[in-house]
């Protein structure tokens, strides 16, 4: 099946992402929006809400709006509060996305319907719309620092590093120090990106609550 790379990233990963990483994360968002690199994310506590954060910090700067500026998707309408009337937010659990997540996810037998809802928008989020529009990178923090997904305690982030691998889209993990260190470069070499407004839009939640 034929795909181009897009002017995308995914920004996922765990809900328990540390406090100084998740700031982290939300400055990369605003950069990256502003730089015109479209975010993928999920909508969950923890990380995928800091890059989400990000876009939204830089819409008051007049660059696009939030539809232009990233993708979110859902696994099922009113996953933590959030709905797929909002601008930029979509469904992403239909069959063709179930199909691709059973083949990448180890224990697909054994997760119950919401937990295959979960796992199927990690497709969308790093290939994109029919798996044709993949992303340039996944940019991410998990407790074991994986580029892979194959250790168990990548938890549901695991599914997006595996997916990634096998179509061969780079990953940042930021909990390793290397990976953590050129992204505060990159951030510091940028003019005006690097601060993050106090505002928390309405509806999006960094808080660690189980998801």
Known sequence: ???E???A???IGSRNTPDDILLLMRKLGKALALSGVMLRSGAAHGADSAFELGCHDA???GVASLDQLMAIYLPWEGFNQRSSAELGVYIGNDSQARTLASRYHPAWR???HR???LMARNGYQVLGDHFKYHVRFVLCWTPDGSLTGRERTSGGTGQALRIAKAYSVPVFNLY????Q???EQWLSALDGCANSRSMQPSGINIQRSAS
């Open 1 to 3: 099946m034929g795909y």
């Open 5 to 7: 790379t897009v002017n």
């Open 9 to 11: 990233y995914a920004g």
């Open 59 to 61: 819409v008051p700067e």
């Open 110 to 112: 054994y997760l119950d």
């Open 115 to 117: 937990g295959r809802l």
């Open 176 to 179: 390793r120090e290397e990976h």
């Open 181 to 183: 260190a050129k992204a």
